[in-house]
């Protein structure tokens, strides 16, 4: 689709801030059912499970080793509690390392541990004609603490691993940053 990355998007229960504008792969061993789809275009966590645009935009892998790095416009800062949200098409969810340019992508973290997000989506392998297929849509928040970057710290490109052969459709979100309390109440004199 092309379209630019929305903002303030909610799948299930995360309240999006941002979606990666690029997605490119880094390395990859052999897709044996060529289904890997990487375009350098704008890609909305939306995009990525809403059926036709997937085989334009987003990204996908079916292969241990297959490394995609995800780029956001600007830098996500390390903020109290989560700070991303890793998304997996719950069809054939995988497994992952993580890491971020703050040091290099040197520091990985395992993310492994699903959380169903509460929504089906419908959603095209990549370069499989059979599609769309419909899946639960799961996710994995991640704190950028676990990525060594101090409080405050920023990033702008994450790196995703695929540690094992399971995975379809994957998205990358960063959350909204929380709401201080002082605006959430107040009182009027």
Do not use: C, K
Not at 45 to 50: N, R
Not at 68 to 74: C, K, L, P, R, W
Not at 150 to 173: E, K
């Amino acid at each position: 689709s092309g379209s630019a990355a929305m903002s303030q998007e909610t799948i299930g229960p995360w309240d999006i801030e941002a979606a990666p504008i690029t997605a490119s792969e880094v390395t990859s061993t052999i897709d044996p059912n060529n289904w890997l789809n990487i375009v350098n275009a704008p890609v909305t966590v939306f995009d990525a499970f809403t059926g036709f645009s997937i085989v334009a935009d987003g990204f996908a892998n079916r292969s241990p080793g297959v490394i995609i790095e995800v780029s956001f416009a600007g830098p996500i800062e390390n903020a109290a509690g989560p700070d991303l949200v890793l998304f997996d098409a719950r069809f054939d969810a995988g497994t992952f390392a993580v890491s971020s340019d703050f040091d290099g992508f040197v520091l990985e973290i395992a993310v492994d541990s699903f959380v169903f997000s509460g929504e089906t989506r419908d959603y095209f392998y990549g370069n499989n004609p059979s599609g769309p297929f419909f899946a639960e849509v799961w996710g994995a928040e991640i704190d950028l603490t676990d990525l060594g970057l101090p409080a405050g710290g920023t990033a702008t490109s994450f790196r995703i691993r695929l540690t094992n052969g399971g995975v379809d459709i994957l998205g990358l979100g960063a959350l909204m940053p929380p709401i201080p309390a002082e605006i959430l109440s107040f009182t009027v004199e």
